[in-house]
Structures are given as C-alpha cells and as structure tokens.
C-alpha cells in the first residue's frame, strides 16, 4: 500500500510540474501579445503596465525550479521521467528569457511614444505573428509529446530569420532617407531583432521537445534536423 501512496505522489508531482510549466509557458504568451498590441496601438501606457507581469515569470520560474530539485532528490527518477524534468528546468529558462525579451520589447514601444504610426511598422506584426505561432506551437507539442510538431518549428526559424533580413534592409533604406529617421529606424530595428530572438527561443524549446520525446539532441544541427549549423545556428545556441 505504501508503495501505491508514493506512486501516486510522484504522479501528483509529475503532474504539478507540467502544469506549473504550461502556467508560465500561458503567461509568456499572453505578454507577448499584449506586447505587440501595445507595439501596434501605439499604446505606451499597455506597455508600461506590462512591465510588472515580469516579475510574476519570474517567480514561476523560481517555483518550478524548485519543484523539479525536489522531485530528482526525493524520487531519483530513471529514463523518460528524468529527460522530462531536466527537460522542464531548461524550458523554463528559455521562457523566463522571452518574458525579458518581451520587457525590452515594451521599453522600446514606450520610447517610441506616438511615433510611427501603425502604418510605418513595416513587416514587424507580420514577423510577431510568426515568432507567436512559434512559441505556441512549440508547447502545444510538448503537452502532445509531439517530436514531429516540435521539428516543424524548428523548420519554421528560417521563415522567421528570412523575414527578419528583409524588414532589416527596409529600415535601414528608410534610415538612409535622413537623419530624422535614423532614431526612430533603429528603435524599430531593435523590435525587430527581440522578435528574432523570440522565435529563437522558441525554437531551443522545440529541440528540448525532441530531446524529451526522442532522446535526441538536436542544438547543433542544422534547421532541417541533419546538416551542420550555421553561424547563425551557432549564434542561436549560444542564448
């Protein structure tokens, strides 16, 4: 009976950890898209609200931490269970990370004041949109423990990084029409490089995805899961 009792524990525990997971991965998404809201509606008062929820990440990363240590010194657990904890630790980073990109993000929306219009952001709801359905895919597969799901976005970082390049060259073609230009090119152009990052981060959430799923290590390979990385792959890795 004792051994029953402790194994429902650890799947109460188990379970915990995928929801205290899950929470933060929802609280991430829901910055950024408030984020980018606030980006589009030239709405820096949204953006100076935002800059609180951080901290609410933060402490959900601390508590997760927390849970997992706990768990791996109390159960010692073996094969898949232990990649799914070591796995979770490290997805909880990289959401931590897109909290703090998404307040750099907001810093630079409440730089912005009033200035440009919505019609002057270019390309960057489009490459938002993209970086979004990237992390969202990346949990949907870990909820499915779905390695196929979680190869697709990483596929789906070339898209982004592509995407990046041409919006780079149209800002720095606009900062080149004059010097009024310049300030408010380069704060775009900021945006525009924490989206990026974003869609890299969710990107390394995909690869751990596999690695829990497959127990395959995939973060030094190409974007097609087989070839060698790219300085850019290598760069990506490095965050």
């Known amino acids: 009976m004792t051994g029953r009792r402790t194994d429902l524990e650890y799947e109460r525990e188990l379970r915990k950890l995928r929801e205290q997971l899950l929470l933060m991965g929802a609280k991430v998404e829901e910055l950024i898209a408030s984020s980018v809201k606030a980006l589009v509606d030239r709405d820096d008062a949204l953006a100076r609200r935002l800059l609180v929820l951080d901290d609410d990440i933060d402490h959900l990363e601390r508590e997760t931490d927390e849970l997992c240590s706990k768990i791996l010194a109390k159960r010692q657990p073996v094969a898949s269970d232990l990649r799914a904890i070591t796995t979770a630790m490290k997805m909880v980073t990289e959401l931590e990370r897109i909290g703090d990109l998404c307040v750099n993000l907001c810093e630079r929306v409440i730089e912005l004041g009033s200035d440009p219009s919505a019609d002057a952001l270019g390309g960057l709801p489009e490459l938002a949109e993209r970086v979004q359905q990237m992390l ?35 800002l720095l073609g606009a900062m080149l029409q004059g010097p009024s230009e310049v300030s408010r090119g380069l704060r775009l152009q900021s945006i ?27 973060r030094h390979l ?14 990506r890795s490095r965050r």
């Open 136 to 170: 969202r895919s990346s949990l949907d597969a870990y909820v499915a423990r779905d390695a196929t799901g979680a190869r697709e976005v990483i596929a789906q970082d070339r898209t982004v990084d592509e995407a990046y390049a041409r919006l780079s060259r149209r």
């Open 192 to 218: 525009a490089k924490t989206l990026e990052r974003i869609g890299d981060h969710a990107t390394n959430l995909a690869e751990m995805v596999i690695f829990m799923v497959d127990g395959e290590d995939v």
């Open 222 to 235: 190409g974007h097609s899961g087989g070839s060698p990385a790219t300085s850019d792959d290598t760069e």
